[in-house]
C-alpha cells in the first residue's frame, strides 16, 4: 500500500474526480474505501485509531487516512476525530464510517464498559496487637493511606464520586485515635470529636460528603459528619452507642443504623433518620446489631444480627423494622455485615459459622451461598451490584494469614497484603464508566 506524499495526494485527489490527461489517457479513480480495524472492541473512554485504505479501479492502495471525512453514526458511544482517532464515550456500538466524495467505507465500533473495582481496608501483622497500615485497593493495585508512622490506622469505607474516591477510617496521633476522611489518596480532614474516634462508614450526595462514626467522651456515642463538621450525635436516650454505624442518603434525607444500649440492659438495633430516632429494629427483646443500611425511595433495607436465647447470634434481615432472619447454622453465631438492593433482589453479604469456622456467605432474597470453603475462617464484609454483577470485599485465611479477597460473582480473587503479611478488606466500591 502507498503511503501519499502531498505531491501523490494532489495527484491521487485528481484521480478521484475522474481526471483525463490529453483527452485519451483516464487516470484510475477511487474504486472504495477500507477501514480498519475491522469490528473493533475498546472499552470506554479508550481511544482508537482508525486507518482508511483506498483501491483505485487499477487495483492499486493508499493509506488516505487524512484525507477522508470520519463520522461516528452514535456519539453517546463514541467520538472521532478528523485524524480518525475514536474514543469511547459509553456503552453500546457506533458505525464509524470514513468518506471522501461518494465512495465511503465503515465498519462497527463496540464499546464496552469500563469497570473499576475499589476496595480499602488495612495490612497487620497480628490481629490483636497490630500494628494496623490503612491502605486501598484500585483494580487489585494496593496504595497506603497516609498516617501517622508506626501508629495504627485502618479504612473502613469507601465512596465514589465523579472522579473522586473518597474513605473514612481512623489513624492514631500517638495519643489518640483520630476519625478521618481520605480523599484520592491524601488526608482531606480529621473529623472532630469529643474524645477517640473512628469513622465508620462514607456516602457522597449533592456534593458533600457524610460520614458516620463514634467517639468515646465518657460514653460512646455515635455521630453524624457534614463536609468535615459534625452535624449532630444520635440520640441514644442516655444510653451507651455501640457497634458501627452505618450511613445511607437519600433524596437528602441521612438514614444511620446501628445500636445502643441503657445500663444492663439489651442492646437495641436502631434507624435514625435525620438526626432522629426513626425505630427500633425487632429483636424480640433481646441484644441485637444493625451492620449496614440501603435505602431506596424512603424503603429502609438493614441488615444485621440478634442474640438468641442467651446462646448465639444469628443474621437477619429488616425491612421497615420487621425482621427476617438468614438461614445459617443452628446453634453458631452467624451475621449480616452488608447490604445492597438491586432490582428488587436484596444482596447480603456476611458470614455463616459452620460450627468450626465462620464461612464466607452471601444470601440472595434469603438464598444461602457459600463464597469460600470449609476448613479455614472466611468473611464478606461489604457488598455492590453494579451491572448485574456482584461484588463482595472480605478475607479468606489461607492456613496461615488472612488474605484479603474480592468475590465477582462468586469467583475469588486475591489482593495484595504489603507489609502484612495478613490483610482484609472491609469496603467495596464499583465504578462505571
Same mark, same amino acid.
Given at each position: ?200 462508614? +462514607? /456516602? !457522597? *450526595?449533592?456534593?458533600?460528603? $457524610?460520614? &458516620?462514626? %463514634?467517639?468515646? #467522651? @465518657?460514653? =460512646? ?117 452488608? +447490604? /445492597? !438492593? *438491586?432490582?428488587?433482589?436484596? $444482596?447480603? &453479604?456476611? %458470614?455463616?459459622? #459452620? @460450627?468450626? =469456622? ?76
Amino acid at each position: 500500500m502507498k503511503k501519499l506524499t502531498t505531491i501523490l495526494g494532489l495527484f491521487f485527489i485528481m484521480n478521484l474526480i475522474g481526471c483525463t490527461v490529453g483527452g485519451n489517457i483516464v487516470i484510475p479513480t477511487l474504486a472504495s474505501i477500507t477501514v480498519t480495524p475491522s469490528n473493533p472492541s475498546i472499552v470506554n473512554t479508550t481511544p482508537l485509531q482508525f486507518t482508511a485504505t483506498a483501491t483505485d479501479t487499477g487495483g492499486n492502495t493508499y493509506d488516505i487516512t487524512s484525507y477522508v471525512t470520519w463520522t461516528s453514526a452514535t456519539t453517546t458511544v463514541a467520538t472521532i476525530s478528523s485524524s480518525g482517532i475514536a474514543t469511547g464515550t459509553g456503552a453500546g456500538t457506533s458505525v464509524i464510517t470514513a468518506s471522501l466524495n461518494s465512495v465511503s467505507g465503515s465498519t462497527t465500533l463496540t464499546v464496552t464498559k469500563l469497570v473499576t473495582v475499589y476496595a480499602v481496608g488495612y495490612y497487620y501483622n497480628d490481629i490483636k496487637f497490630g500494628p494496623f497500615t490503612a491502605v486501598a485497593w484500585k483494580d487489585g493495585i494496593m496504595t497506603e493511606l497516609p498516617a501517622v508512622p508506626g501508629q495504627d490506622s485502618k479504612a473502613n469505607s469507601v465512596y465514589v464520586s465523579g472522579n473522586n474516591v473518597y474513605v473514612a477510617g481512623y489513624y492514631n496521633d500517638g495519643n489518640r485515635n483520630i476519625a478521618v476522611v481520605w480523599k484520592d489518596g491524601v488526608k482531606l480532614y480529621d473529623l472532630p470529636a469529643g474524645g477517640p474516634a473512628l469513622a465508620s462508614s +462514607i /456516602f !457522597v *450526595s449533592g456534593g458533600s460528603v $457524610y460520614v &458516620a462514626g %463514634s467517639y468515646i #467522651d @465518657g460514653l =460512646n456515642f455515635a455521630t453524624v459528619w457534614k463536609d468535615g463538621v459534625k452535624l449532630y450525635d444520635l440520640p441514644t436516650f442516655g444510653g451507651t452507642a455501640g457497634g458501627t454505624p452505618a450511613i445511607y442518603v437519600d433524596n437528602g434525607s441521612v438514614y444511620v443504623v446501628g445500636n445502643y444500649s441503657i445500663g444492663g440492659a439489651p442492646a437495641v438495633a436502631t434507624v435514625w433518620k435525620d438526626g432522629a430516632i426513626l425505630y427500633s429494629l425487632d429483636s424480640g427483646g433481646n441484644d441485637a446489631a444493625a451492620n449496614s443500611v440501603y435505602v431506596n425511595a424512603g424503603s429502609v433495607h438493614v441488615t444485621g444480627l440478634w442474640w438468641v436465647g442467651g446462646a448465639y447470634y444469628i443474621p437477619c434481615y429488616w425491612n421497615a423494622a420487621a425482621k427476617t432472619d438468614l438461614s445459617s447454622t443452628f446453634g453458631t453465631t452467624s451475621m449480616g455485615n452488608s +447490604i /445492597f !438492593v *438491586s432490582n428488587g433482589v436484596v $444482596y447480603i &453479604a456476611g %458470614s455463616n459459622n #459452620d @460450627g468450626q =469456622n465462620d464461612i464466607a456467605t452471601l444470601w440472595q432474597d434469603g438464598t444461602q451461598i457459600p463464597l469460600a470453603s470449609t476448613g479455614n475462617n472466611s468473611a464478606a464484609n461489604s457488598i455492590y451490584i453494579s451491572a448485574g454483577s456482584t461484588y463482595i470485599a472480605g478475607y479468606i485465611n489461607d492456613g496461615i494469614n488472612d488474605i484479603p479477597t474480592v468475590w465477582k460473582d462468586g469467583v475469588a480473587a486475591s489482593l495484595p497484603v504489603g507489609a502484612g503479611p495478613k490483610a482484609t478488606a472491609n469496603s467495596i466500591f464499583v465504578n462505571i464508566y
